[in-house]
């Protein structure tokens, strides 16, 4: 899933390059923010990492 977000995001990124800034408003209507959307994964992605690695720390301080 990330993949095809990271995906979008880049092809939004070089249209917005390609096309002028009324075409480009025209053109989002509808889609999703892939970039939004792609930070919202990470974001939660790394908040799961940091507690499972505070919950390995705390495993190896205890035993």
């Given at each position: 899933?990330?993949?095809?977000?990271?995906?979008?995001?880049?092809?939004?990124?070089?249209?917005?390059?390609?096309?002028?800034?009324?075409k480009?408003?025209?053109?989002?209507?509808?889609?999703?923010?892939?970039?939004?959307?792609?930070?919202?994964?990470?974001?939660?992605?790394m908040?799961?990492?940091i507690?499972?690695?505070?919950?390995?720390?705390?495993?190896?301080?205890?035993?």
């Amino acid at each position: 899933e990330m993949l095809s977000l990271a995906t979008k995001y880049n092809k939004a990124v070089q249209e917005e390059d390609e096309l002028s800034p009324e075409k480009l408003a025209i053109a989002n209507v509808g889609r999703q923010d892939a970039k939004k959307h792609l930070e919202e994964h990470v974001s939660n992605l790394m908040s799961s990492n940091i507690v499972q690695t505070l919950g390995m720390m705390l495993d190896t301080v205890v035993f």
